[in-house]
């Protein structure tokens, strides 16, 4: 790949179609956070389902301090909806509680 001015929000198809990983992909029917190591060092992610859509760039630190920040409980809140009457998924909208 040609070198690409790399830059917050750009188009991830700018950044090529070889090298994304699904580091935590699940069982959620393909929606999942893909990530590029960039020959900076430096990290790209973009959503699965939306390839061509725009890609967040990182710093290494910045991913790395978010990592171990997620695995010590830091990001938690990101996993509960402030309505007891609304659940989600991993890449899918709030569903209604049957009740």
């Known amino acids: ?3 690409v001015h790399v830059y917050n ?3 991830a198809k700018h950044l090529g179609t070889e090298g994304w990983a699904k580091p935590w992909s699940g069982p959620n029917g393909g929606a999942c956070v ?3 190591r960039l020959h900076d060092g430096r990290i790209a992610l973009r959503q ?7 890609a967040l760039i990182y710093t290494h630190h910045e991913i790395e301090r978010f990592i171990q920040g ?10 509960t ?3 007891p009457n609304l659940t989600s998924s991993a890449g899918s909208a709030p569903e209604r509680r049957a009740a």
Do not use: R, V
Not at 48 to 54: C, L, M, N, R
């Open 9 to 11: 929000g750009m188009p």
């Open 48 to 54: 699965s389902t939306d390839p061509d859509g725009p």
């Open 70 to 79: 997620a695995k010590a409980g830091a990001a938690d809140f990101l996993l």
């Open 34 to 36: 893909e990530a590029l």
């Open 81 to 83: 909806h402030p309505d």
């Open 1 to 3: 790949m040609d070198q």
